[in-house]
């Protein structure tokens, strides 16, 4: 008949239980008798929690106390603690590559890369711009040019929008940005000076550009291929000039209204030209 295995319990001076087992040489295994390690005694130590009894492995655990049950393996540093003293150690996730590698080198370097381009590959997906229909960035307080570089990346993401509100951005030039759907754009209390400036809207319907520093109507043809509606462009310097009304619907086949007033029969007449006066010299 095999001896009996016999465990002793010491306490370490950190409070660390550091078993040691004792085998007679009749002992082929210590896995050979299985059923002599189901109720081990434990032998009781300085500290009431050094030593617990799991209900689940029936085996004494020598972790220090009961507050490192759910901690990760490579969390309990500090307390004397190692790998070969855990009787019933759990599979639990390990440390991040950075921190298995020297902080110098080609390896960690690459690490660190790998790391932002999964961050920002999350981040990525979380906003979902390109799948955005209705999109409101009005009043952003773009103060520095980082911001402004990232508003235009957002914007030259929303490529299946619809409804944009740009509002209040002190927005100088949009002619980098194309809005392939887009059928609503609000560019209201912005700095463009020209038709030029705005994005490629080849959908647009609804246009409205309040308070802009627009001087001059030329550039507006472009918005001609268009399914343009209606368009705002009031309190544009543009606005005084001669037989504006005329002018802009004759540039805007499609659309219906100017400034929230409907296309009236006296705006279907061509613009006049100026015509210069002769003058007779007398001699």
Wanted: proline letters at 8%.
């Amino acid at each position: 008949m095999l001896t009996r295995a016999r465990t002793n319990f010491c306490c370490s001076s950190s409070g660390v239980n550091m078993s040691r087992r004792t085998r007679s040489k009749t002992q082929p295994s210590p896995w050979s008798d299985l059923s002599d390690r189901s109720n081990p005694q434990a032998v009781p130590c300085g500290r009431k929690d050094t030593l617990q009894q799991h209900s689940d492995s029936g085996i004494a655990s020598p972790l220090p106390s009961g507050k490192f049950k759910f901690k990760i393996w490579h969390e309990i540093e500090g307390n004397n603690i190692k790998g070969t003293q855990l009787h019933s150690p759990r599979v639990r996730e390990g440390p991040p590559p950075g921190d298995l590698f020297p902080k110098d080198g080609k390896r960690s370097a690459l690490v660190k890369k790998e790391s932002r381009d999964e961050e920002a590959m999350k981040q990525r997906r979380l906003e979902n711009w390109e799948n955005c229909l209705e999109v409101n960035l009005s009043y952003q307080g773009l103060g520095d040019p980082y911001q402004l570089e990232n508003l235009f990346k957002i914007l030259r993401r929303l490529i299946r929008v619809e409804k944009l509100q740009l509002a209040d951005n002190f927005l100088t030039d949009l002619s980098s940005v194309r809005l392939p759907r887009c059928k609503e754009l609000n560019l209201n209390k912005n700095h463009l000076s020209s038709f030029q400036q705005l994005p490629k809207i080849p959908q647009i319907q609804h246009l409205s550009l309040t308070e802009n520093n627009i001087t001059t109507l030329s550039g507006l043809r472009d918005l001609g291929p268009s399914p343009i509606k209606s368009l705002t462009l009031k309190r544009n310097p543009c606005e005084f000039q001669d037989n504006y009304r005329c002018r802009v619907f004759s540039s805007l086949p499609n659309l219906k209204t100017l400034d929230g007033i409907p296309k009236l029969p006296a705006d279907c007449s061509r613009p006049e030209t100026p015509v210069k006066s002769k003058m007779c010299t007398v001699s």
